[in-house]
């Protein structure tokens, strides 16, 4: 056994690997209890240091709904989170993507930047070869991210998760 590192409560549902392997960091959750027999989903992203074996920090948590997608850019330095959940100050719940960067010194991870994409749970995103753009699916639009700043460049590709939608646009 090379060591195992203590995960804290509540369950991972994605976990990325850093391309050098020096991080891993998971999304996931808990079931919070709040009255018997019932619960409400909040969530997490947590980091780890895989070479030290060792628990890094949690970057944030949510009170409404787990952390969906992880995912590491090209050079391990940087790390790309998905959410769906209500907004602080509670209403509707949004897709968004948070994004952080470790210090080349003192190895401690960093919020950049936060960007909402709407409706939609991005269940994954994916970070482009050459790490300048992050793809996330959400309701019903592949969205375009800049990995940089976050801004959100916009759909390239539609799609409907019913086909029977088409349909009705049709009887309109």
Known sequence: EAG?????TGFPTRIAVSPDARWVATGGGDAVPVAVNARR???HLRIFDWKEKKFVTEPYTLA???????EFSPDSRSLYSGSFSTPPAGGEYLAAIRAFRVGSVRQVWLPLW????GNGNPHELSISPNGKDILVPDNGNLQIVDANDGAVRGAKLTFRFYP???D????K
């Open 4 to 8: 195992r590192i203590e995960y804290g």
């Open 164 to 166: 029977e939608d088409r």
């Open 64 to 70: 409404t709904d787990y952390v969906r997608a992880v």
């Open 168 to 171: 009705e646009e049709k009887l």
């Open 41 to 43: 989903l909040s969530g």
């Open 114 to 117: 936060e960007t909402t994409l």
